[in-house]
């Protein structure tokens, strides 16, 4: 049974209209973490949460936000969506009193942006 | 700088092949290191952690050279179904613990019949 669950597998959005990406998590991980993977491109770390402590990575565009209302859901928020968004988002977890050879990903969100 | 640095690919390879893979980190403090594969628009998996005394996994050798910053993986008797990218991964630290993944572009490999 899959763990860590994102939700939609396939999301299409119209430029500039906000959407939401979803990860939900079975495991009872304190850690989550957002990436965006382009095509042909590194999975890049937008932020993670530990436990309720939000750190963004410095050079996270500001359209891109994110909420985690209890430990076991996050979400990736992209208030206007472009062109250059569009790309795989991974989200992933962990505990953090195992190392991170322990990280979960779930099976990711392709965003399309139209 | 990019933190981390593979080899840019792909490599195209008849099976049976050895085939290695390289890579550079830049973040001397680095304290976890693992290779990823990736299958075409799957989510990255876990392939194997790094040590620094070097670690095999049936066909698979990984090798860490701290002093170089410098990681490699060996694949021997390639077979068709290690066709994926494999992306090189290194601890970035936060606050006390030892923090987030950071992955590499990825390397191709095809395994031709």
């Known amino acids: 049974d899959a763990m860590v669950i994102q939700n939609p597998r396939y999301q299409v959005t119209q430029f500039g209209k906000p959407v939401t990406l979803s990860c939900s998590q079975t495991l009872n991980h304190n850690v989550m973490y957002w990436y965006q993977q382009k095509s042909s491109q590194a999975p890049k770390l937008l932020f993670h949460?530990?436990?309720?402590?939000?750190?963004n990575e410095a050079d996270t565009p500001d359209n891109f936000q994110s909420r985690r209302p209890n430990t076991s859901f996050c979400f990736l928020d992209i208030r206007s969506p472009g062109l250059g968004d569009a790309a795989m988002y991974l989200c992933?977890?962990?505990?953090?009193?195992?190392?991170?050879?322990?990280?979960?990903f779930g099976q990711g969100t392709r965003l399309t942006v139209v | 700088r990019k933190e981390v640095e593979q080899d840019p690919g792909p490599f195209n390879v008849p099976e049976g092949a050895t085939v290695a893979f390289n890579c550079t980190y830049s973040n001397s403090a680095s304290q976890s290191f693992f290779w990823y594969r990736q299958d075409c628009r799957k989510e990255p998996k876990l392939l194997m952690s790094?040590?620094?005394s070097g670690n095999e996994d049936g066909r698979f050798t990984a090798q860490l050279n701290r002093a170089s910053q410098y990681i490699s993986l060996l694949i021997r008797d390639s077979k068709l179904s290690d066709s994926a990218t494999y992306l090189c991964?290194?601890?970035?630290?936060?606050?006390?613990?030892?923090?987030?993944?950071?992955f590499g572009k990825g390397t191709k490999l095809s395994v031709k019949p």
């Open positions: 991964v290194v601890s970035r630290n936060y606050g006390g613990s030892q923090g987030n993944l950071i």
């Open positions: 992933a977890t962990r505990l953090s009193s195992q190392g991170l050879v322990k990280a979960f």
């Open positions: 949460y530990y436990d309720k402590d939000f750190n």
């Open positions: 790094v040590y620094s």
